[in-house]
């Protein structure tokens, strides 16, 4: 029997209509929440992202700004753009989109920002306070995919989550949150990475299964258990002749024979995507709240 679908669409919209009434009791106070993304170079993946972010803010009633800098926009001159958003009262979400380009650090550069308008939650201080379990920007793709679990009714407690990646925007947050004893979380969990050797071993072995390690079909039907569930990180260009644009996205999952043995998977597109955007939103409400109280 094929698998039962999670779409994050659907979930999405469900908390968009909650954040609804915290916006509005925020401009009710003459706040309106404002994310300003920063963009440096061309990279075209970047550029839609980027452009999903800023359409989302409109669509919502968020202030939002996108800054396009040139590639060759030097590390000073973004520090120093950094440094104008972080005293800028009108700010209260500041994201840097990644990767930048090679000749800037971008670590100096996430560093630099408030944490209190990371709300990207990849500077160290939000880092270390999701590691303890304290008050914090969650990055949002991990933040996304634990409300697709807990809305779509998965029980996380006392299941084996696997998550394939250990990335700082997905793999390694998502495994913190998921060890907390706290609601929506509460699992065993292993993180497998390129490290591991023979992954099989360990998806096999997953309850839910977290795949994140971008790269397209990296997880096919032999790696995983019978009924497990799967959610899908992924989102990887591939060549198609036939496609629009000469490719189309899809995830780390090899999704349609995987979805033949998994009991509940999430697409590509349509499933974590606009699960990140609106966590984003959400995490900017709650920066701009914070930054007023
Ligand atoms: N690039 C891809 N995903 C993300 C994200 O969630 N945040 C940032 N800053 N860059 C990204």
Redesign the pocket.
Known sequence: MSAKIIDGKIIAGEIYREIEAELQELKSKGITPNLTVVLVGDDPASQV?VGMKQKACEKHGLGSETICLPKETSEKELLQLVEKLNNDPAVHGI????PVPKHINSKKVIDAIKPEKDV?GLHPINRGRLAVGDNCFI???PAGVQQMLIRSGIKTEGQHVVVVGRSS?VGLPFALIMMQKKEGANATVTVCHTGSGDLKRYTKEADILVAAAGKANVITADMVKPGCVIIDVGTNRVDDPTAKRGYRLTGDVDFENVKEIAGTISPVPGGVGPM?IVMLLKNTIKAAKQLSA
């Open positions: 992202y994201l840097v989109q990644l990207d990055p949002c793709t925007l990140t």
